[in-house]
């Protein structure tokens, strides 16, 4: 373990940007840094819990290195690990249009009903080609898809005949592929089918994975049960909205695309057991720490079993009133993620906490390694 008490010297270029601490935090630039692309990690770990953890804590600043494998000794019987238990769909596919050869790349959003059904809302590109009755083959298979409308940003709306796969769902697990973030830049393998998914993802849905939460292991999940860390589950269905970054100068006029949440009954139980009792409530993932803000926000800080769609939008100037530690990847330059942490641990100990990791090697994005802040 390495503890860090002082920022360290850095290029001049971090000057500027996210690491301006000086500003308001309300403009766009205030979140943009720049990151080597070497740091950025396009394939996982051989073994899921290797990753690098940076601990930060919020109240002294003070930045120490270990291994995510190290979790456990930052956590106490009494505390409850609240985790995001979606699962990501094998919902990319690609095709061409009827009759030619030029690719077109569809992710499968949600379908109106149930995941079985034929009418999905998805995003295709070119979307420019494309216009309503277009028929979308794809290779290997009988199965087409139909373009019933088109929407801004290349939204469609879609007709899915299966062919011989029977339904939706059976289609995705058999031609699908995993929708790995785009700035991987490659196509997924079978291997991400396998590690672009937590251990514990029960709930289909989502369009992207809920990425702290890669890192955790079984052997790692016993553990903490064993030494009396609570264990509770709730579902948001990531959409692929997460890697969107903000186009406006002024934060505050983005608007953040909805996603699908549950809270059950025993999560909101164990929240609030865990609160009446003092202990600490860890949320693993900016999707998570959204979840339970969300409800608190609209239950005058309470968690109660419920389920919606979330739109909220988490930047500096935000109260939590759920969350005590957040454990999360390395963001995204101007995203959304990174104004929901340097709302929960302040912009300068984020500022300096990146800046550390940059100096320091981290891996980052969504198979990069992880932040854990107390």
């Known amino acids: 373990m390495t503890s860090l008490t002082s920022s360290p010297n850095l290029p001049s270029q971090f000057s500027n940007g996210l690491f301006d601490i000086s500003r308001n935090g309300l403009q766009i630039e205030d979140y943009d840094y720049p990151l080597p692309e070497a740091l950025i990690a396009r394939y996982p770990l051989p073994q899921r819990d290797e990753s690098r953890m940076l601990v930060l804590n919020r109240s002294t600043g003070e930045i120490t290195h270990h291994t995510f494998r190290d979790l456990p000794q930052f956590l106490q019987a009494g505390d409850l690990l609240a985790l995001n238990n979606t699962k990501v769909l094998p919902a990319r596919f690609y095709g061409h249009r009827q009759g030619l050869t030029g690719r077109v790349e569809i992710l499968m959003l949600h379908p109106e009903g149930d995941a079985s059904g034929q009418i999905w809302t998805a995003l295709m590109r070119p979307a420019r080609k494309l216009k309503p009755g277009t028929i979308v083959e794809f290779p290997n298979t009988q199965a087409t898809m139909e373009v019933l409308a088109v929407g801004e940003r290349g939204c469609c709306r879609v007709m899915v005949h299966p062919a011989e796969h029977g339904d939706v769902a059976t289609l995705m697990e058999q031609v699908g592929l995993m929708p790995i973030p785009p700035y991987l830049r490659r196509d997924a393998e079978e291997s991400d089918k396998e590690r672009y998914q937590t251990v514990f993802a029960k709930v289909p849905g989502a369009q992207a994975a809920p990425t702290a939460s890669l890192h955790f292991t079984p052997k790692v999940l016993e553990q903490l049960q064993q030494q009396g860390v609570q264990r509770t589950e709730v579902t948001l269905s990531v959409s692929s909205g997460t890697f969107r970054t903000v186009e406006e100068d002024d934060i505050r006029a983005h608007k953040m695309d909805a996603e699908a949440y549950t809270v059950p009954e025993e999560a909101a139980m164990a929240v609030q057991t865990t609160r009446q009792a003092g202990g600490r409530i860890l949320a693993v993932g900016t999707t998570v720490a959204k979840t339970l803000e969300t409800v608190a926000s609209e239950h005058q800080g309470a968690v109660i079993p419920c389920s919606g769609w979330s739109s ?58 992880c932040m854990l802040i107390l």
């Not at 993620?337 to 320091?360: D, H, K, P, T, W």
């Open 312 to 369: 909220l939008y988490i930047y500096p100037g935000f109260q939590y009133q759920v969350v005590d530690s957040l454990l999360t990847n390395f963001h995204l330059p101007k995203s959304t993620l990174l104004m929901l942490i340097s709302a929960f641990a302040g912009r300068e100990n984020v500022a300096r906490a990146y800046q550390v990791a940059l100096e320091e090697g981290y891996r980052f994005y969504s198979y990069g390694d």
